[in-house]
């Protein structure tokens, strides 16, 4: 019988544990219950303490639970800690891009993007990120049903075209993104299902149709690069700012590391920042009084104007919003980490190779850290009269040497795509309980339609 909505009861063999935890089967371990629904197993995790040890089949891992202990996590990622190498779904589309890389290539590339995304960089995005949504709101009107998880994913797909590859053409973005959604699509389903834990070379369905989507993505890809390379499409967008990056040697970007990089930003970028704007939605309808708080904000900062990157640090009510969202759904809910020879965590030794976990969901609903866990209050983060938030209880953007590049990029975007059609719309989501799905990242488990209204 597993143990593991109970207190701990270790009666395994202690060679296989490095701290106590839930009882596992034979073999198996514990990823059964990991399978069946990973978001309650890593709840269930927390009430056997704050350092618990658990098997994912034979190997003997530890999940973290306590701030601190995942601050050490994050910021010893490199150093102390391995990322898991990832498999050949992301490595088909992203080639050896950031996410990807690892060692002094990860360090590289690393210094080469980051400049793409700075916040002065990002203020120079931020009209495309405003005028793209004042498109789909001139398309919505009063009483219209929306299919918010299409929409958001549609808008910020172009947002993400325009603003990495400066593509404005119907036709390229339409290629490129169709080809993106596949390779998306089935990079999820791969790292959710068995796909995972199969070798490279076993050829399934969906590594059929990945290698296929990326060979329409080099192609299109390969097309923009060439023009931008030709000075035909001179543009402030990242495309352009990478191609003018280079290394301590003096050495630019290849072409094939240029597609890997754009690749990278875009499947990085878009679908976690989608997801981020449907269950900010589903909150705000849920939660009428803090829907009326955001649009109050809206009106008193913006009146009847569209709002601009500066106004990003007027929004701090709408700052929040996303910040409780991204607490409530973390998109990305899962960081793990393999320990390299000498690696602690709270002063307890981790073997070389031993698996350490902790997931953003389970931490972020933690009551010790975030009080009246389930409740949707914005109200936490204002700075003055909020709670005090520990450092590491909340980090749906990682944190220490691979944070995620694109933090300021994706706060930006959903502020203000939140400010554009909160301003004009409310959005009643249809009634009853959306359930999260954890894939590559943290899915409404069905379509979410809502009826617009106009304000
Ligand atoms: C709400 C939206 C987003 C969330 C929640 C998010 C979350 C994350 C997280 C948790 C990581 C670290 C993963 C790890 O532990 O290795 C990460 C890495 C990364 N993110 Fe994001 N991200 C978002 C938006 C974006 C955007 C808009 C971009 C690009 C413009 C982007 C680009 C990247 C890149 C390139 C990395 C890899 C960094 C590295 O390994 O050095 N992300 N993101």
Known sequence: MSTE?????????????IVPGPKGLPFLGNLPQFGKNPLAFFERLRSHGDMVGWRFGPNSCVYIADPDCIGELLTETERSFDQPALGIAFRTVMGNGVVVARGTDWRRKRSLVQPSVRPKQVRSYAATMTSSTVELADTWSGGERV???REMAALTQRIAVRTIFGVDTAADA??????MDVAQQEIGKEFAGIGALLPDWVPTPGRARIKKAAAVIDAEVGRVVARHRDGADERPDLLSRLLAAVDETGAHLTDQEIRDETVTLYIGGHETTSSTLVWAWYLLSRNPRVRTALTEELDRVLGDREPEFDDFARLTYTQSVVKETLRLYPTIWLVTGVAKEGAHIGGV??????RVWTSQWATHRDA????????FRPERWDPE???DIAEY???????????????????VEAVLILAVLARRFE??????VIDPVPSLTLQPDREVMATVRTR
């Open 385 to 387: 009269t909020g709670d």
């Open 368 to 375: 010790r850290w975030f009080p009246e866990p389930e409740e």
């Open 5 to 17: 909505t109970g207190p701990a009861i270790d009666t395994e063999p202690r060679s296989h544990r």
């Open 174 to 179: 339409e290629a490129m993104g169709r080809a």
């Open 393 to 411: 209880a909340w980090f749906p953007f990682g944190g220490g040497p691979r944070v995620c590049l694109g933090t300021r990029f994706a706060m």
């Open 147 to 149: 299919d918010i998880k």
């Open 349 to 354: 030794p981790m073997p070389e190779g031993t």
């Open 427 to 432: 959005l009643d989501v249809d009634p009853g």
